[in-house]
């Protein structure tokens, strides 16, 4: 916050300062903002400012970042010349970090700007969707041989991609503990140059790139959550559902599973663990089978499936994805125990 006392000559409220043409670029580029731009004497401008004061209360303890105010009715040439024309309130965050600059892409909903600002200024990680910039996309999409990739193509201004840019992200999660697998966005508003290199004219627009080749390739997924979750599992050979889930053998193995049948009245136990143990596929196996041998028991497996898919089933939107995984696998697997 060293910056406050060049930035601006007063507040608007609460810690909002006032940012004019003369302040803008180096405020912008110097510091973490979240600016607010809005036509100051319009009706949606005021009725949503004390909104916004009281979000920018609620992010007071976290002093690396800074809330500023753009009043687009004294300076409208300026507002005009930037894009800043076509509806308001306008919420911008400009970050020193690999995000660059980043447009909130909805309308005033404080709930939704709260988790915007926790992602770009990375108070809080959990961002499934990667957010690309000029700077992040050649390392992150085109000199990574290990992945593949889907990048969405919008331009803020049009309510397609925002609206695209929303459900790309829930279903972004859905994928969010496949480590070979980036699903991102790239505004074009922001980043016209970036888009054009890419060859991204008919916004919204998907291109895919895979392991073997990093030229864009134009996709047509259906426009739909359940129609880019069938694209992504049949192009990039994954298989979950529109929950996220997968099928009911994954984390299994049939091997495994002969020797998970009938454990507790073998009298081969230790050769079962070991068998189980030449892959890591196989520690689930294990664990169950100590926990098996502590207890000289297996009455447990019911009780526990039991527990773990009312878990999963009520408290699916809370957890993350290699949460949701673990369950799944440890089900899986137990039922291969009594089944």
């Given at each position: 916050?060293?910056?406050?006392?060049?930035?601006?000559s007063?507040?608007?409220g609460?810690?909002?300062?006032r940012?004019?043409?003369k302040?803008?670029?180096?405020v912008?580029t110097?510091?973490?903002?979240?600016?607010?731009?809005?036509?100051?004497?319009?009706?949606?401008?005021?009725?949503?400012?004390?909104?916004?004061?009281?979000?920018?209360d609620?992010?007071?303890?976290?002093?690396?970042i800074?809330?500023?105010?753009?009043?687009?009715?004294?300076?409208?040439?300026?507002c005009?010349?930037?894009?800043?024309?076509?509806?308001?309130?306008?919420?911008?965050?400009?970050?020193?970090?690999?995000?660059?600059i980043?447009?909130?892409?909805?309308?005033?909903n404080?709930?939704?700007?709260?988790?915007?600002?926790?992602?770009?200024f990375?108070?809080?990680k959990?961002?499934?969707?990667?957010?690309?910039t000029?700077?992040?996309f050649?390392?992150?999409?085109?000199?990574?041989p290990?992945?593949?990739?889907?990048?969405?193509?919008?331009d803020?201004?049009?309510?397609?991609?925002?609206e695209?840019?929303?459900?790309?992200?829930?279903?972004?999660?859905?994928?969010?503990?496949?480590?070979d697998?980036v699903?991102?966005?790239?505004?074009c508003s922001?980043?016209?140059?970036l888009c054009?290199?890419?060859?991204a004219t008919?916004?919204?627009?998907?291109e895919?790139?895979t392991f073997?080749?990093?030229?864009?390739?134009?996709?047509?997924?259906?426009?739909?959550i359940?129609?880019?979750?069938?694209?992504?599992?049949?192009?990039?050979?994954?298989?979950?559902?529109?929950d996220?889930?997968k099928?009911?053998?994954?984390?299994?193995?049939?091997?495994?599973?002969?020797?998970?049948?009938?454990?507790?009245?073998s009298?081969?136990k230790?050769?079962?663990?070991t068998?189980?143990?030449?892959?890591?596929?196989?520690?689930?196996?294990?664990?169950?089978?100590?926990k098996?041998?502590?207890?000289?028991?297996?009455?447990?497996?019911?009780?526990e499936?039991?527990?773990l898919?009312?878990k999963?089933?009520n408290?699916?939107?809370?957890?993350s994805?290699?949460e949701?995984d673990d369950?799944?696998?440890r089900?899986?697997?137990?039922?291969?125990?009594?089944?």
């Open positions: 916050m060293i910056f406050i006392i060049y930035l601006i007063f507040c608007i609460s810690e909002i300062y940012i004019t043409p302040t803008f670029e180096k912008t110097q510091t973490d903002i979240l600016i607010r731009f809005c036509p100051m004497y319009e009706n949606e401008c005021r009725e949503t400012q004390s909104a916004y004061e009281g979000l920018v609620t992010f007071e303890e976290f002093e690396d800074s809330f500023g105010e753009f009043d687009c009715t004294k300076n409208a040439d300026w005009d010349e930037h894009g800043f024309k076509r509806r308001f309130p306008i919420y911008v965050a400009y970050t020193t970090g690999p995000l660059g980043q447009i909130f892409p909805d309308d005033h404080v709930n939704e700007l709260s988790k915007f600002i926790n992602t770009v990375n108070i809080s959990i961002q499934y969707t990667t957010l690309l000029d700077k992040t050649n390392k992150t999409i085109l000199q990574d290990n992945s593949e990739a889907l990048v969405l193509f919008y803020y201004w049009c309510p397609f991609g925002r695209y840019s929303k459900y790309l992200e829930k279903v972004a999660k859905n994928y969010g503990n496949e480590k697998l699903i991102a966005r790239v505004d922001v980043y016209p140059k054009k290199q890419q060859k008919m916004l919204p627009q998907f895919m790139f073997n080749n990093k030229s864009p390739f134009w996709v047509y997924p259906e426009r739909s359940e129609g880019l979750i069938k694209f992504i599992n049949e192009r990039f050979h994954k298989n979950r559902d529109i996220g889930l099928p009911s053998d994954f984390g299994t193995w049939r091997e495994f599973d002969e020797v998970a049948k009938g454990y507790l009245h009298n081969d230790e050769k079962r663990k068998k189980c143990g030449e892959f890591i596929l196989g520690s689930v196996y294990i664990d169950i089978m100590k098996i041998d502590q207890l000289n028991s297996d009455d447990f497996i019911p009780s499936i039991s527990q898919e009312f999963l089933r408290q699916l939107p809370y957890l994805p290699k949701i369950l799944q696998r089900i899986n697997v137990l039922k291969k125990f009594i089944y």
